[in-house]
């Protein structure tokens, strides 16, 4: 079984930076990918940046903007979210092996 918790999400004004952390524990197999997601009222759930070794993909959305990186040691992967926009404000997901964490607010406005 796998555990996710996501953290550092909150309010920025436009243009300003995040940088979201996922925890994982339990049974992390690094040959799958880690996924972020992120999902805005009244719309689906959309894979925002997935990592898989050293390959990464990202949703058009945030190219250039946004960033993946894990540390394998610490079990731990970010998104680091730069430029951000109004329609980046959403709950942003930590997803691996059919689990999803709990989610963590992310909030664009001035």
């Known amino acids: 079984q796998v555990q996710l918790v996501e953290s550092g999400g909150g309010l920025v004004q436009p243009g300003g930076s995040l940088r979201l952390s996922c925890a994982a524990s339990?049974?992390?197999?690094?040959?799958?990918?880690m996924y972020w997601y992120r999902q805005a009222p009244g719309n689906q759930r959309e894979m925002v940046a997935g990592?898989?070794?050293?390959?990464?993909n990202y949703a058009d959305s945030v190219k250039g903007r946004f960033t993946i990186s894990r540390d394998n040691a610490k079990n731990m992967v970010y998104l680091q979210m730069n430029s951000l926009k109004p329609e980046d404000s959403a709950v942003y997901y930590c997803?691996?092996?059919?689990?999803w964490g709990q989610g963590t607010q992310v909030t664009v406005s001035s």
């Open positions: 990592i898989r070794t050293v390959d990464t």
């Open positions: 339990g049974r992390i197999d690094w040959n799958f990918p």
């Open positions: 997803y691996h092996r059919g689990t």
